[in-house]
Structure formats: structure tokens, C-alpha cells
């Protein structure tokens, strides 16, 4: 599927790609590439959707499919990604997020940690 090896992109394993692959069904492109190609502001969106969402969808308006492929391994290496899918006009890419806020948790620690009580909130030492 990828035939160029790089050592700068993200490698995943197949059950790794696969739930990404369903993962990523629902979503919609987040970025669009025109017929101008990769320009530095696309791939600075790109970068910033990576960052927030982590797996994202980009639609290429390119009719080639060497040139997408190509367009796939370019932004894999260039932002450090790992390719999940291309299929038709779409590239899926993958990134981990980085926790950007130190000491906030990922929404999916906070539900790992449980539901707090209204108590746990309030300190004990309000006097009363």
C-alpha cells in the first residue's frame, strides 16, 4: 500500500490501523488540498488538527493516485504521522496526542478516573 520506506513516519501495527480505520468512519475531512498542492499554510492546519483531534481525514482534489500516495508519505514524514488509509480521494492520518496543558487530563483519563461527588469538590475547611 505505502511502498516507500521512511524512517520518520509513525509506524502502527495492522490492529492498530484497523481500529483506527473505524475510528475514523464517521468523521468528515477536516482539510481540504486543492490542485495547488501542499502549501505551508495546508500543512500548518493539518498540523493543527493533528494536534487537536489526533486522527483526522483529509480530502485531496487530485484525480492522480500516485500523486496522493505521494501526498500521503509527504505528510506522514513531514509531521511525523502514521498513514491509517487512502481510499479514493481520502487520506487518513494518525498522530498521538501530546498533552499540550500540563497537568490536565485527557478526556479519556477523566473518565478512567470516575465520577467525583459534589462533596469531593468543596473543602473541609470552610468553618461551618
Known amino acids: ?59 485531496v482534489d487530485s484525480d492522480d493516485r500516485e500523486a496522493r500516495e505521494g501526498l500521503l508519505v509527504t505528510l506522514c514524514e513531514k509531521l511525523e504521522a502514521a498513514p491509517v488509509q487512502h481510499i479514493g480521494k481520502l487520506l487518513i492520518i494518525w498522530r498521538p496526542q501530546t498533552d499540550q496543558h500540563s497537568g490536565s487530563a485527557t478526556p479519556a483519563a477523566r473518565r478512567d478516573e470516575g465520577r467525583r461527588s459534589k462533596r469531593s469538590f468543596q473543602g473541609s475547611g470552610t468553618g461551618r
Open 1 to 59: 500500500m505505502f511502498s516507500r520506506e521512511v524512517t520518520s513516519m509513525l509506524a502502527i501495527t495492522s490492529a492498530e490501523r484497523c481500529r483506527l480505520r473505524a475510528r475514523a468512519h464517521p468523521l468528515s475531512p477536516v482539510v481540504a488540498i486543492s490542485h495547488n498542492g501542499l502549501s505551508d499554510s495546508v500543512l500548518r492546519e493539518i498540523a493543527v488538527s493533528l494536534a487537536s483531534h489526533g486522527l483526522i481525514k483529509i480530502r
